[in-house]
């Protein structure tokens, strides 16, 4: 590896190249379905309560939204549902969500470096 990545990334990539190309590519929807959707939630929840009025305002309202249970509620039941949808595990989702949170083209490089070696099939980043 040229780069690099904390050891949690690190673990991330080796899981994600050892995946079939199908799980790949439905990991990689599943994290996107399961970020929009918190994503909305948090939009949601910041314009119900007055929105930011400026970057720290908005940062705040951004964290509370997070800590609130009614976000952890949320976050259970989506999830469920997104992983019975696209046919992934708890590790396969959570194995997204620490690649998207570096999604760098050295991350990819890498990813694709190992899911060729392992004859696993290279992925796009993008998706």
Not at 60 to 67: E, V
Not at 83 to 101: H, K, P, T
């Amino acid at each position: 590896m040229t780069t690099a990545f904390d050891e949690a990334t690190t673990a991330a990539i080796a899981a994600f190249a050892q995946l079939d190309f199908h799980t790949a590519v439905q990991a990689m929807r599943a994290e996107a379905d399961y970020d929009r959707e918190r994503d909305l939630w948090i939009s949601r929840y910041i314009d119900e309560h007055g929105g930011g009025a400026d970057d720290a305002a908005y940062d705040a309202l951004h964290a509370q939204a997070q800590a609130t249970p009614e976000y952890a509620q949320f976050v259970h039941a989506v999830r469920r549902e997104i992983l019975e949808y696209f046919g992934v595990d708890d590790a396969q989702l959570d194995c997204m969500v620490i690649l998207r949170n570096d999604d760098s083209d050295e991350l990819w490089a890498e990813v694709n470096r190992l899911r060729n070696a392992l004859g696993t099939g290279e992925v796009r980043g993008d998706l």
